[in-house]
């Protein structure tokens, strides 16, 4: 669930957990994000003016467990279990609630309808304008004459009988807006809002100190690091590796690194660094790798992997050191 947030809305955002995954439905939260803290995430959402294609995406946007974590660590925003949240919004919801929510979206479903119609009737109208066909203002209804004692008689031969004008003629057949009688009648579109409150009341604040940390792999830490340098991070999955580190916005930048985090004692396969130094080389980005130096009290070790906020370590802006290297291909 989502909440409706201006760009510069009080934080914390909430992220939904669905699954093990971590969600944000709200567009203007995504935008939010974005722009001030760099998380982009991966849209999934079908657009539902091109529903048979892949290529663009829209709402929801799915965190990497790395993103949303960052966010919590930061007090950007919260977890909340989605599934819990609704259930127990829409059980508290009284009749008088529901019958108003109800009526908003009936309401907006009208307005969307109307809306529709009206542009309907504009292409319509432009249409007709270019093959030269004018339509003709919309004379007010004349009164139906009343019934003769001749047609009173004949009335049960005339249910029977065909009209008049049963087939209408060119003439008849020229294009009249619609009228208001009309347009009243239409039926309201469905709605589905992309927030899940209103109707539902925001979730307490109380969750951003109770909530565990999303898991995270053991490469979290070089995320991190590479987020406080000012990069965008992004799945690296189509090169083989864990991340693609953007020097600003990837709508605007092409990715600098592939970047692979691993432990301090952690051995590396020779083929892995080969690989990946050519690999980044060929696509014109450095092969970078790194992880947190080890220390023999290992205490900021707990303080990375740990499963609860702690908000005195994060105040205090406490951090492992971090030591990463950039491998190029050279060629022979």
């Not at 709402?59 to 790395?66: A, S």
């Not at 590396?268 to 060929?282: A, P, Q, Y």
Request: net charge negative.
């Amino acid at each position: 669930m989502a909440v409706g947030m201006a760009p510069n809305a009080p934080l914390p955002v909430p992220i939904s957990q669905v699954a093990g995954r971590y969600f944000l439905y709200d567009a203007d939260a995504i935008t939010f994000l974005r722009r001030e803290h760099n998380i982009t995430g991966v849209l999934l959402g079908t657009l539902p003016q091109a529903p048979q294609q892949n290529v663009f995406s829209g709402i929801p946007l799915e965190l990497m467990p790395e993103e949303a974590r960052l966010l919590v660590e930061n007090r950007v925003a919260y977890i909340i279990d989605d599934v819990a949240e609704h259930r127990n919004g829409l059980r508290g919801m009284s009749e008088a609630e529901r019958s108003a929510v109800l009526a908003v979206f009936r309401r907006q479903g009208s307005e969307a309808a109307r809306a529709a119609q009206n542009a309907a009737e504009k292409r319509k109208e432009a249409a007709l304008r270019k093959h030269g066909i004018v339509t003709r203002p919309e004379t007010p209804a004349e009164p139906a004459p009343t019934a003769t004692s001749e047609e009173t008689i004949n009335e049960d031969e005339s249910l029977f009988a065909a009209p008049a004008n049963s087939f209408p003629t060119p003439s008849s057949r020229s294009s009249t807006p619609s009228s208001p009688a009309s347009t009243s009648k239409l039926k309201p579109a469905g709605v589905t809002p992309a927030t899940s409150y209103p109707p539902l009341a925001p979730p307490s604040l109380h969750i951003l100190s109770t909530s565990a940390l999303p898991e995270v792999p053991l490469s979290y830490p070089l995320f991190r690091h590479l987020h406080t340098q000012g990069y965008f991070l992004s799945p690296g999955l189509r090169f083989g590796a864990q991340y693609m580190a953007y020097p600003g916005d990837p709508l605007r930048f092409h990715s600098h690194f592939l970047a692979v985090g691993k432990t301090w004692e952690e051995e590396w396969d020779l083929g892995e660094l080969v690989g990946g130094g050519r690999l980044g080389t060929g696509v014109k980005k450095g092969f970078l790798i790194g992880g947190e130096v080890d220390e023999p009290d290992g205490g900021h070790a707990r303080h990375a992997l740990s499963d609860a906020v702690d908000s005195d370590d994060i105040a205090k802006g406490t951090e492992r050191k971090l030591r990463a290297f950039c491998i190029e291909w050279s060629g022979m």
